[in-house]
């Protein structure tokens, strides 16, 4: 089965940085796309970034460009999200995502595979 585990939160002051990682098992082909999205109680799940596994392309909320970027270790199965400049309103619990299909992951579905969130607190 399909497992995302991520690693990385914590409570940091706001201006702080953060590297959130996402490592992906049960596997053997790459997922179409990897990604991040958060969620605060009582909001919807934002996307936060995307990246495609065979190019590397990247797409970013409006809200976190400049400020976050999202990479990748395919020999790792791991994407991460290094998260910098950051604000009391970046506060969230972040979750992976995968894609195997067509769907891109910048698109919240049922269909991917999702982790179990780690959660940033920014003060």
């Known amino acids: 089965d399909v497992q995302l585990v991520e690693s990385g939160g914590g409570s940091v002051q706001a201006g702080g940085s953060l590297r959130l990682s996402c490592a992906g098992s049960?596997?053997?082909?790459?997922?179409?796309?990897m990604g991040w999205f958060r969620q605060t109680p009582g909001k919807e799940r934002e996307g936060v970034g995307r990246?495609?596994?065979?190019?590397?392309?990247?797409w970013y909320a409006d809200s976190v460009k400049g400020r976050f970027t999202i990479s990748q270790d395919n020999a790792k199965n791991t994407v991460y999200l290094q998260m910098i400049s950051l604000k009391p309103e970046d506060s969230a619990m972040y979750y992976c995502?995968?894609?195997?299909?067509?769907?891109?992951?910048?698109?919240?579905?049922?269909?991917?595979?999702w982790g179990q969130g780690t959660q940033v607190t920014v003060s």
């Open positions: 049960g596997y053997t082909s790459r997922p179409v796309c």
């Open positions: 995502v995968a894609s195997f299909s067509a769907l891109d992951c910048r698109v919240p579905s049922s269909s991917h595979y």
């Open positions: 990246i495609f596994s065979r190019t590397g392309s990247t």
